[in-house]
């Protein structure tokens, strides 16, 4: 599977139709951005069941701004439209596919679970 560039106006809609979506937010200034990119692409053909998606933030400063990326690159993963990993900095592809097999593991009502409880504990 190839990895698809995402904008502000298709990036919710990507999250929410695809099981797991990673996305890479990245810049062409940016080295270490460039040196992951291989890596990425690499683990994006490896992986047909996961959307691989990069966000150029230069091109789409709001975007990256709306889910305060503050460092790039930034890696989110996410999981039936949940946001269940984000770091800043480029991952080897061992670490790279670690991240994969654990989002893919995920007990997604163990996690909704958990947000529930936090959600019950900020109201009260």
Same mark, same amino acid.
């Not at 990895?3 to 999250?15: K, P």
């Not at 480029?90 to 989002?103: F, N, R, T």
């Given at each position: 599977m190839s990895? $698809?560039?995402? /904008? #502000? &106006?298709?990036?919710?809609? $990507?999250?929410l139709d695809n099981?797991? !979506?990673?996305?890479?937010?990245?810049?062409?200034?940016?080295?270490?951005?460039? #040196?992951? #990119?291989?890596?990425?692409?690499?683990? &994006?053909?490896?992986?047909?069941?996961? !959307?691989? &998606?990069?966000?150029? /933030?230069q091109a789409e400063p709001a975007l990256a701004a709306t889910v305060n990326i503050r460092s790039i690159p930034t890696i989110m993963a996410f999981r039936e439209g949940i946001l269940v990993y984000s770091q800043a900095g #480029?991952?080897?592809?061992?670490?790279?596919?670690?991240?994969?097999?654990? !989002?893919e593991r995920l007990d997604m009502a163990v996690v909704r679970a958990k947000i529930a409880e936090r959600k019950a504990a900020a109201s009260a």
């Open positions: 990895v $698809t560039n995402l /904008t #502000a &106006a298709d990036f919710e809609s $990507t999250i099981e797991i !979506v990673l996305v890479d937010f990245w810049a062409p200034w940016c080295g270490p951005c460039r #040196a992951f #990119a291989p890596v990425f692409e690499r683990a &994006a053909q490896d992986h047909h069941g996961v !959307v691989f &998606a990069k966000v150029d /933030t #480029a991952m080897p592809k061992p670490a790279l596919e670690d991240l994969i097999s654990q !989002v």
